[in-house]
């Protein structure tokens, strides 16, 4: 049994989960609280999609069909998560899709009226979980919170609209402490959890600790592009790595194109094995059900490598061997960065791809805009 908590989200559609539960987390980091909100709904709608513009985001938002091979893969990885999860389960799950809830420790329920409050309390409950919090969605109003019953937190939370203010009002300010208890781990714990768990066929490297000694003066730690080669030096070339810690992704290519690296921690996955892609031969186009590639030339010996998913949710397991477009050696290939139709891929995918094309003349990850 999984001892870290996975609480639930649930309401119908256009309750607003997807904006609460964003408020949530991002009130959750603010606070230092080490935890991950992961969409367990296949409808493409990470952090991103409150952080851009609604005609943007309707352009690059993917919508995915439930089947069972993606229910199936969802339970495995929600089993063996790493972190306290915040769980978005969508609108519709059907009767075949609950065993997903049976993979969460607490639901938090989000509706706008008694009757659909009532439907998902049943749903919950005949699952075995315990309701945190009960709350009532408006889009006008003040917020509020009532007198707890049984425990759980009962209120109103208004306002709950894609591109408007992260949610706030009592009873959201009340749910965020209550996370805050239940996902008590310090990082430190988790740390130790999660080395404690590495792989015994690799050298781990904490980037979080190489950021820290060469960025002290950053409150953030955040990783310089410039400063790529210098990273490197700190990195083993040829012995086999397993990186830990917030990296981006284009050091997450870079690691993948020019050191040997075998694992990475993936906060949603735990420990992941960097997948073997397959360059295909010239003239011959890629076919798989993971991953889409359009290359486009953008200057002499210039190549952009445009990747997006056919389904949401990345079955890594399923990656290896994957094939890939041609790039001739001679080329320079910019893959395509966070802000694009791929900025939903992994960034054991950028690995992948760094390493399936460190034969060509360069290899990058496009900047954010």
């Not at 408007?164 to 714990?189: K, M, N």
């Not at 988790?190 to 190489?210: C, G, I, K, Q």
């Not at 950021?211 to 040829?238: I, K, M, S």
């Not at 990345?314 to 802000?339: E, R």
Request: hydrophobic share 40%.
């Amino acid at each position: 049994m999984n001892l870290l908590p996975a609480i639930l989200i649930g309401g119908p559609p256009h309750s607003g989960k997807s904006v609460l539960a964003y408020s949530l987390s991002q009130a959750l980091r603010s606070r230092n609280v080490p935890h991950y909100l992961m969409r367990a709904a296949p409808d493409g709608e990470g952090d991103w999609s409150q952080e851009m513009d609604e005609a943007r985001m309707n352009a690059i938002r993917f919508k995915g069909p439930w089947n069972e091979r993606w229910v199936n893969v969802v339970c495995r990885d929600l089993a063996a998560r790493p972190m306290p999860l915040l769980v978005d389960v969508g609108g519709k799950p059907t009767p075949e899709q609950y065993v997903i809830f049976d993979q969460c420790t607490g639901a938090i329920l989000l509706t706008r009226d008694d009757a659909a409050a009532d439907q998902w309390r049943r749903i919950v409950t005949s699952r075995g979980l315990p309701i945190i919090a009960d709350l009532r969605s408006v889009l006008a109003g003040e917020g509020a919170l009532w007198p707890a019953v049984n425990g759980e937190l009962r209120g109103v939370v208004s306002g709950l609209q894609r591109g408007r203010a992260p949610a706030s009002g009592p009873a959201f300010d009340a749910l965020v402490e209550r996370l805050a208890t239940i996902f008590a781990f310090s990082q430190e714990e988790l740390t130790h959890m999660h080395m404690a768990s590495a792989p015994e066929d690799a050298r781990v490297v904490n980037f979080d600790e190489l950021a820290r000694q060469r960025y002290p003066n950053d409150p953030q730690h955040r990783f310089v592009e410039a400063d790529v080669d210098a990273v490197l030096d700190g990195v083993p070339a040829t012995e086999p790595i397993a990186a830990y810690g917030r990296i981006p992704a284009w050091l997450a290519t870079a690691l993948g194109a020019r050191c040997n690296l075998r694992w990475q921690f993936d906060v949603r996955l735990g420990w992941v094995r960097t997948p073997c892609f397959a360059m295909c031969n010239p003239g011959k186009a890629p076919t798989n059900p993971w991953l889409a590639f359009r290359i486009t030339e953008v200057g002499p010996g210039r190549v952009q490598l445009d990747a997006s998913k056919r389904q949401y949710y990345l079955d890594y397991q399923a990656l290896d061997g994957l094939p890939v477009p041609h790039i001739p050696s001679t080329a320079h290939v910019t893959i395509n960065g966070p802000d694009t139709s791929g900025g939903g891929l992994p960034l054991w995918v950028f690995a992948a791809l760094g390493h399936v094309y460190r034969g060509c003349a360069g290899v990058q990850v496009q900047q954010m805009r």
